[in-house]
């Protein structure tokens, strides 16, 4: 299986693997990965999979094998560092004083309509600055999975809307800031309300429903990354509709090869957040 995007630096050398940090992304429709040279600091591999348009981790689970079979150097065990992040459409916030430990799955079956089966693990985090917990499902099947190809000593386990959450939460004027993320069928915003409670809202791109809520957040500056590009439908509603809006992009931290000068730095600021 091929990857629908891929850049490489033609100097890296599958020998020193020992050499790299690999962190891997999955969601429900895509996977990927990239490879950081810890001695220079930058990214130096890329691959970017296209898994099908169903939202369901499940079916993904004989196509992320055959990437894995057929793949030159994925399955090495011998990396510096393994990151797995995990792209979950699957969660929300609750305020926090209304929160029951253990009772994850209930919150998150009610609103997703009690389609958590037993194969999902679920998790919690709570964000004092915004008085909300953050409620996760993730697939069970591929943290083992994953845990099964690397040394469990090496290799850390991450969720990106954890992290977008955090970067917003404890980032700079968080109250100005709209966080969006799509994916390739919905359309999620991160913000912050008058209140200073964190929300988070997920709309199906084809709804147009969404347009309704950027009209409520007034100059707030919006950052837009994920699957969308200046030429795409959903763009151009965005331009229209939200009054400051720019692309998001990796950290200052996160450094490139010379190899990465297209790259569309929105569309992977995600696979990065952890670089």
């Known amino acids: 299986m091929e990857p629908i995007y891929k850049v490489t630096d033609e100097r890296f050398d599958v020998g020193n693997l020992d050499q790299h940090d690999l962190s891997i992304e999955i969601s429900t429709e895509r996977f990927r ?70 009772k994850e799955k209930d919150y998150l079956n009610i609103l997703f309509d009690h389609k958590l089966s037993e194969n999902f693990a679920f998790r919690h985090r709570n964000f004092k600055e915004s008085q909300t917990t953050l409620l ?56 912050l309300d008058q209140f200073n409670t964190l929300q988070i809202e997920r709309f199906p791109l084809q709804s147009k429903e969404y347009t309704n809520l950027i009209k409520n957040f007034g100059d707030k500056l919006c950052f837009v990354f994920g699957e969308l590009t200046l030429y795409s439908p959903t763009f151009k509603t965005l331009q229209t509709t939200c009054k400051n809006i720019k692309f998001g992009s990796s950290s200052a931290r996160v450094k490139f090869s010379q190899y990465f000068q297209d790259l569309p730095q929105h569309r992977y600021v995600s696979l990065f957040l952890l670089s």
């Open 136 to 191: 996760i499902a993730y697939p069970a099947y591929f943290q083992h999975f994953f845990a099964s190809k690397y040394p469990k000593e090496k290799t850390t386990f991450h969720f990106t809307a954890e992290e977008i959450t955090r970067s917003l939460v404890e980032g700079q004027d968080p109250e100005n800031l709209v966080y969006i993320f799509l994916d390739d069928s919905c359309i999620t915003f991160y913000y």
């Open 33 to 102: 990965f990239s490879l950081k040279n810890i001695s220079s600091g930058l990214i130096v591999w890329l691959e970017d999979y296209y898994l099908g348009g169903g939202a369901d981790f499940e079916e993904n689970q004989s196509i992320i094998e055959r990437i894995y079979t057929e793949h030159q150097f994925l399955a090495a065990n011998f990396w510096h560092k393994v990151q797995v992040s995990f792209v979950s459409p699957f969660h929300l916030v609750c305020p926090e004083h209304l929160f029951m430990p253990g």
